[in-house]
């Protein structure tokens, strides 16, 4: 019998600690998917969070290691200045870039890191139970904007993607959502390209993926993905904003 | 022949790092260890290393975790406040026992203090260089051919017992000039790390290199685990001693302050006074040991240090407060004179015959 579909071989065969509709799942499984397409989880070393995927290292079937809070791009300069041989990946939360991380995300953009960050962003902290996030839209009620966000109170969301396309070491930058079966194949295209550069060497590379977390949101995994399509890519608009080969 | 060359003391750590096979260095620039940093970007680039300035303290140490993490020999080196930003780094990778070398040359505190040389970090550097339970081996160098010496030592250290070691010294060590013998280096490591991250190659399983238990147990299980291995690391502490034999007041000092009571010791001796030096060459492990046998001899212990008297508790608990323990400080960036430290001596010796 013909196998049509079955899980990644980068994808480890246990059962995940994400809550049931959480779209991190999807993504883990987009970015297995490419290393298996590629070929490249042997020769691979991914960067866990702090965030709801710090037990990513858990579920791809790469040597991984674990960065503290926001310092995942700093992590993967050392692990590829070490061996450059080696594909070095991010996976992070819109806290643990956007926030803690910044500075690291910025300079490893600036230095052409020739590393690639799949950049979760569901404009929450999922993890600590649904704050405020740097990412959080105006209007969005969380646990600590519980009048929704102000942006005359609580400043303006941060848009990692415009942000880093000014960056002249970044090498790619392209917004994805994985709220639809046609933005999930979009999604996919994103990260393989993404790991693509960095197999030619062509430097700093981030996809950044529009998220639910409907834990925090307080709704159903369908309202979820209605609601990222409704609110989220509004703010967010999905597209590349910065493709070296191209602009 | 021993080949010599005239080095400051921030020279020499970085050649010393080099002849011990580290080649990825990051850095961030702060008065008083920057040439170590200058040194290291001119010499890296030759021979086929790294040198990165890192956007912060914070970045350099997490670069530091990733290198080590990928099993090369890495290194790091600040002063003061930019350790202080480190800690978090060194927390993580003591709990992912990675090794590591890291130099801290001491300036005045707290807060942005000075950049006069100073021993305030003492505390940070053997008691909580982050949060946690957990060491680092810290190594405290009094010349330039120890700063040199040591480096490489530092390097043996940390891959042997998967720890961060650190260079404890302070501003003027690392600025004064000194003939290195610099052939004492030796080649990397053959500590096997199979540990590493360097891609399974599809022959083995995954390496995680990881410092998060969510089990209580598991984790208490793993504190004790490191606890057990750090009482093993108990065995390198070490002394070097300086007329102790019949000392009867014996001074405690380590780094710039030990060469400063080492005149003083001599001065004393002059004046009739068996005076004698223990300088501690591990501050952690600190030579508990050495300093309980001294005890049972000595009359008086004098402590000089550059701070308002950290070392001084260990010298206390050592000896279990069995001979009275003075203390003989200057903070802020002052180093205290030859004379301030005879007349502690002097002053220790005649507490004991009244
Ligand atoms: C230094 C530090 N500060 C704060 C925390 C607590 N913390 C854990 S996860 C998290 C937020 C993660 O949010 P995000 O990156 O958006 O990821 P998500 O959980 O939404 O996937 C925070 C603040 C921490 N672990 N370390
Ligand atoms: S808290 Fe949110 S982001 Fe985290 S696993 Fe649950 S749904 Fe996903």
């Given at each position: 019998m013909e196998i049509v579909f079955q899980r990644p071989k980068a994808l480890s065969d246990v059962s995940s600690h994400?809550?049931?509709?959480?779209t991190h799942g999807i993504i883990h499984r987009l970015v297995a998917e490419v290393l298996d397409e590629l070929d490249l989880t042997g020769k691979t070393v991914g960067v866990a969070p702090v965030?709801?995927?710090?037990?990513a290292y858990n579920y791809f079937e790469c040597d991984m290691a674990q960065a503290a809070h926001g310092r995942a791009p700093a992590v993967a300069t050392g692990l590829k200045r070490a061996n450059p041989a080696n594909i070095v990946f991010t996976y992070q939360g819109d806290g643990d870039l956007a926030a803690i991380g910044t500075a690291e995300t910025i300079h490893a953009a600036a230095r052409g890191e020739n590393i690639t960050i799949i950049f979760v962003n569901n404009?929450?902290?999922?993890?600590?139970?649904?704050q405020m996030a740097p990412t959080t839209i105006p209007g969005q009620i969380t646990q600590t904007s519980p009048y929704g966000r102000d942006p005359k109170y609580a400043g303006f969301p941060l848009k990692i993607c415009e942000t880093l396309s000014t960056v002249d070491g970044t090498a790619y930058a392209e917004r994805v959502s994985v709220d639809s079966v046609k933005n999930v194949i979009n999604a996919k295209k994103a990260i393989k390209k993404a790991f693509e550069y960095q197999v030619a060497g062509k430097g700093f590379t981030i996809v950044e993926v529009l998220s639910t977390c409907s834990t925090n949101w307080g709704l159903e995994p369908v309202e979820a993905l209605t609601w990222l399509r409704e609110n989220l890519i509004p703010y967010y608009p999905l597209g590349v904003y910065k493709d070296k080969e191209v602009f | 022949m021993a080949e010599k060359v005239l080095m400051k003391g921030n020279e020499a750590i970085a050649e010393a790092a080099i002849m011990a096979g580290c080649r990825h260095f990051f850095g961030y620039p702060i008065t008083p260890q920057t040439e170590v940093a200058a040194y290291m970007a001119k010499r890296m680039p030759k021979i086929g290393g790294t040198y990165l300035q890192a956007e912060s303290e914070i970045a350099a140490i997490n670069m530091v975790y990733g290198a080590s993490s990928a099993g090369v020999r890495a290194m790091t080196s600040s002063s003061s406040p930019g350790i202080s930003l480190k800690s978090e780094g060194l927390s993580y990778m003591a709990g992912s026992d990675l090794p590591a070398v890291l130099v801290n040359i001491q300036r005045g505190g707290?807060?942005?203090?000075?950049?006069r040389p100073s021993q305030s970090d003492y505390f940070q550097a053997t008691r909580s260089s982050g949060h946690g339970d957990f060491h680092m081996i810290v190594l405290a160098p009094n010349t330039v051919q120890e700063m040199f010496d040591l480096t490489v030592e530092a390097f043996e250290l940390a891959d042997r017992y998967r720890m961060t070691t650190m260079i404890l010294g302070d501003g003027m060590l690392g600025q004064v000039m000194e003939p290195v013998d610099i052939s004492r280096g030796e080649a990397a490591s053959t500590v096997t790390k199979d540990w590493a991250l360097t891609g399974t190659k599809g022959q083995r399983k995954r390496n995680i290199i990881n410092s998060l238990y969510l089990e209580a147990e598991e984790l208490e299980m793993l504190n004790l685990k490191r606890f057990e291995k750090y009482a093993d690391v108990e065995k390198i502490a070490r002394t070097d001693n300086y007329l102790t034999e019949d000392a009867e007041v014996i001074i405690v000092a380590y780094g710039i302050c030990a060469r400063i009571a080492r005149n003083a010791i001599n001065e004393a001796r002059q004046r009739g006074i068996k005076a004698g030096l223990i300088r501690p060459v591990t501050l952690w492990p600190f030579p508990k040991n050495q300093l309980k046998a001294a005890a049972e001899k000595a009359k008086a212990f004098v402590v000089v240090e550059m701070s308002m008297g950290q070392m001084i508790q260990d010298v206390e608990l050592s000896i279990r407060c069995s001979r009275p323990v003075h203390l003989c400080s200057r903070t802020g960036g002052m180093v205290p004179t030859p004379e301030s430290v005879l007349e502690a001596i002097e002053n220790a010796a005649q507490a004991e015959r009244s």
């Amino acid at each position: 019998m013909e196998i049509v579909f079955q899980r990644p071989k980068a994808l480890s065969d246990v059962s995940s600690h994400y809550c049931p509709g959480c779209t991190h799942g999807i993504i883990h499984r987009l970015v297995a998917e490419v290393l298996d397409e590629l070929d490249l989880t042997g020769k691979t070393v991914g960067v866990a969070p702090v965030g709801c995927a710090v037990l990513a290292y858990n579920y791809f079937e790469c040597d991984m290691a674990q960065a503290a809070h926001g310092r995942a791009p700093a992590v993967a300069t050392g692990l590829k200045r070490a061996n450059p041989a080696n594909i070095v990946f991010t996976y992070q939360g819109d806290g643990d870039l956007a926030a803690i991380g910044t500075a690291e995300t910025i300079h490893a953009a600036a230095r052409g890191e020739n590393i690639t960050i799949i950049f979760v962003n569901n404009a929450i902290y999922g993890m600590t139970g649904g704050q405020m996030a740097p990412t959080t839209i105006p209007g969005q009620i969380t646990q600590t904007s519980p009048y929704g966000r102000d942006p005359k109170y609580a400043g303006f969301p941060l848009k990692i993607c415009e942000t880093l396309s000014t960056v002249d070491g970044t090498a790619y930058a392209e917004r994805v959502s994985v709220d639809s079966v046609k933005n999930v194949i979009n999604a996919k295209k994103a990260i393989k390209k993404a790991f693509e550069y960095q197999v030619a060497g062509k430097g700093f590379t981030i996809v950044e993926v529009l998220s639910t977390c409907s834990t925090n949101w307080g709704l159903e995994p369908v309202e979820a993905l209605t609601w990222l399509r409704e609110n989220l890519i509004p703010y967010y608009p999905l597209g590349v904003y910065k493709d070296k080969e191209v602009f | 022949m021993a080949e010599k060359v005239l080095m400051k003391g921030n020279e020499a750590i970085a050649e010393a790092a080099i002849m011990a096979g580290c080649r990825h260095f990051f850095g961030y620039p702060i008065t008083p260890q920057t040439e170590v940093a200058a040194y290291m970007a001119k010499r890296m680039p030759k021979i086929g290393g790294t040198y990165l300035q890192a956007e912060s303290e914070i970045a350099a140490i997490n670069m530091v975790y990733g290198a080590s993490s990928a099993g090369v020999r890495a290194m790091t080196s600040s002063s003061s406040p930019g350790i202080s930003l480190k800690s978090e780094g060194l927390s993580y990778m003591a709990g992912s026992d990675l090794p590591a070398v890291l130099v801290n040359i001491q300036r005045g505190g707290p807060g942005l203090g000075g950049i006069r040389p100073s021993q305030s970090d003492y505390f940070q550097a053997t008691r909580s260089s982050g949060h946690g339970d957990f060491h680092m081996i810290v190594l405290a160098p009094n010349t330039v051919q120890e700063m040199f010496d040591l480096t490489v030592e530092a390097f043996e250290l940390a891959d042997r017992y998967r720890m961060t070691t650190m260079i404890l010294g302070d501003g003027m060590l690392g600025q004064v000039m000194e003939p290195v013998d610099i052939s004492r280096g030796e080649a990397a490591s053959t500590v096997t790390k199979d540990w590493a991250l360097t891609g399974t190659k599809g022959q083995r399983k995954r390496n995680i290199i990881n410092s998060l238990y969510l089990e209580a147990e598991e984790l208490e299980m793993l504190n004790l685990k490191r606890f057990e291995k750090y009482a093993d690391v108990e065995k390198i502490a070490r002394t070097d001693n300086y007329l102790t034999e019949d000392a009867e007041v014996i001074i405690v000092a380590y780094g710039i302050c030990a060469r400063i009571a080492r005149n003083a010791i001599n001065e004393a001796r002059q004046r009739g006074i068996k005076a004698g030096l223990i300088r501690p060459v591990t501050l952690w492990p600190f030579p508990k040991n050495q300093l309980k046998a001294a005890a049972e001899k000595a009359k008086a212990f004098v402590v000089v240090e550059m701070s308002m008297g950290q070392m001084i508790q260990d010298v206390e608990l050592s000896i279990r407060c069995s001979r009275p323990v003075h203390l003989c400080s200057r903070t802020g960036g002052m180093v205290p004179t030859p004379e301030s430290v005879l007349e502690a001596i002097e002053n220790a010796a005649q507490a004991e015959r009244s």
